[in-house]
């Protein structure tokens, strides 16, 4: 399961959604994040849905392979779908002692899972396309205005692209670490739940040495590069707006002012 994880991995390639700058991905990903939580019924799903996999089409990623990092989420969202379907007031549908599920509820937990599932794809969608340079320079170019009141932005910047960057690299040393006690004869998949967090501690010890080995590699080349800072930087690939980014935040506007309509029509239906 652990080679499923994909979040953090930049797939380089040169389709329309790979050249959008990075500063108009970021913030139309916090769009598509507002798009979502205004959709409160299944036709207003249908449009972040189609949206979403007219992205990843356009991108060039395989829908078989975000289909199979979804896989590490699946417990999550069986957690909330359950939650959601026994805890809705509404009309009921079946009910056995104190628990009762409801028509509200069914739907509820529907729109909850179809809204995670989105929620981590689309997300995923900014790291995929973007490298970490570009998201690093993004991110510093929408935070240089908190720089007037002395905001660290350009090192808030590069903590959170290494941290992303940092994911993958974690989850193989983990699944090497596995593997390697497992051929030790560690036990790990049987047994209680105790025990199990018992087996984990040979693997957490090693990976935490491993990290924090890495974090001191990577601070000493920096150093060794003359890394100060984002004071008096340079950059070799300079950020530009272009037609297509102003075609893509049209094409956001357009979904999120559907989604609003269709929300207003249906409430009127309702009545």
């Known amino acids: 399961m652990l080679k499923d994880i994909t979040i953090g991995q930049f797939f380089p390639g040169q389709s329309p959604v790979h050249k959008l700058d990075p500063r108009i991905k970021i913030i139309l990903t916090l769009a598509y994040i507002v798009m979502l939580f205004m959709t409160g019924n299944a036709f207003g799903f249908l449009i972040p849905i189609v949206f979403l996999i007219v992205l990843y089409l356009i991108a060039h990623i395989p829908l078989k392979m975000i289909l199979k990092s979804m896989k590490p989420i699946v417990p999550i969202i069986i957690i909330t779908a359950v939650l959601n379907l026994f805890f809705v007031d509404g009309d009921p549908l079946w009910s056995w002692g104190i ?10 937990s529907i ?16 790291t995929y396309t973007t490298s970490p340079i570009a998201l690093t320079d993004g991110i510093e170019r929408l935070l240089s205005p908190l720089k007037k009141i002395h905001f660290p932005a350009h090192e808030l910047a590069m ?12 989850i193989e040393e983990t699944d090497k670490i596995m593997s390697a006690q497992k051929a030790r004869g560690a036990d790990m998949e049987t047994g209680g739940l105790i025990q199990r967090a018992k087996a984990l501690v040979p693997i ?5 040495i491993s990290a924090f080995r890495r974090a001191e590699e990577l601070a000493l080349a920096m150093e060794c590069r003359c890394y100060h800072g984002g ?3 340079t950059r070799m690939k300079q950020l530009h707006l272009s037609l297509r980014d102003a075609v893509a935040s049209l094409v956001v506007a357009a979904c999120i002012a559907g989604i609003v309509c269709i929300n207003i029509f249906v409430t009127v239906g309702n009545f």
Not at 99 to 108: E, L, P, Q, R, S
Not at 164 to 169: A, D, G, K, V
């Open 204 to 208: 957490l010890i090693p990976l935490f």
């Open 159 to 170: 903590m959170m692209t290494i941290a992303l960057r940092f994911i993958p690299t974690l």
């Open 99 to 108: 628990f009762t599920i409801t028509k509200n509820g069914v739907a509820m």
């Open 231 to 233: 004071e008096g930087r």
């Open 111 to 126: 729109m909850m899972a179809v809204r995670i599932l989105c929620l981590i794809a689309g997300t995923s969608l900014l």
